[in-house]
């Protein structure tokens, strides 16, 4: 029972590794956010060149990695300097980063507790290369079915469950901002997001159906096996 127990968790610990780590991919993605302004035509709407929006990106993905302690950017906004963000955006960055720098540190303790308990049972479980395969294949499996599930909802309603995200991960109203007036908003509208999703979403099943394969592949060798 306690073996069950242990390739649960460390089922459970992929899946959260496996997802934070096809997010951190995703957010961090440069090429994503140039192709996604040209795409959603966000020079037109906020009034900056794709090269003062892209330094704009840049200094807030920056921003996210706890690598400037500030988000002042200021950038040419029809053809005059000033400060990219308003003050009620610059608070809710304040939030959202500090839900990246936790996302870090869960996926990095994560892979730590993993690797730790994958570790604990090569030395215990003699069949540990059968139970560990089929731990993942089934992980892969489950995750796979959950996130096709959640694909269909994001194309049901993606409005709505965007919303719950922001209800569960915030506890202010911050992040309710007018798009006329935020260019914050107007650089990343909810299409954005909407795309950005689907993507992590097609990456984390990429990584996991890889994965799935092996431990389809382990399980079916070893299984035979003494």
């Known amino acids: 029972m306690m073996r069950k127990i242990v390739y649960f968790i460390i ?26 302004f040209e795409r ?24 996210f990695e706890d690598e400037r302690p500030l988000l002042n950017t200021r950038a040419i906004v029809r053809g005059q300097e000033q400060e990219v963000f308003g003050e009620r955006a610059v608070l809710h960055m304040i ?8 996302g870090r540190i869960a996926r990095n303790v994560g892979l730590a507790l993993m690797l730790l308990l994958t570790g604990v049972m ?40 965007f919303t719950y995200f922001h209800l569960i991960f915030f506890d202010n109203d911050l992040w309710i901002l007018d798009p006329k007036t ?23 099943l990429g990584g996991l159906s890889v994965l799935g394969g092996l431990g389809w592949w382990s399980q079916k060798k070893y299984a035979k096996k003494p």
């Open 95 to 102: 939030d959202v980063k500090a839900l990246f720098i936790g």
């Open 122 to 161: 090569i030395i215990k479980d003699t069949k540990w290369k059968v139970h560990l395969g089929k731990t993942v294949f089934i992980t892969a499996i489950g995750s796979f079915l959950m996130l096709l599930l959640l694909l269909l909802l994001m194309y049901v309603d993606f409005y709505k469950y």
């Open 11 to 36: 089922g459970i610990l992929l899946s959260i590794v496996v997802l934070l780590t096809s997010v951190q991919i995703m957010a961090f993605n440069l090429n994503h956010f140039e192709r996604s």
């Open 40 to 63: 959603f035509n966000v020079p037109e709407v906020t009034g900056m060149e794709i090269d003062q929006l892209m330094y704009t990106i840049e200094d807030v993905l920056e921003y």
């Open 182 to 204: 935020e260019i914050l908003v107007q650089m990343v509208p909810e299409p954005f997001f909407y795309d950005t999703a689907v993507k992590i979403i097609l990456i984390f």
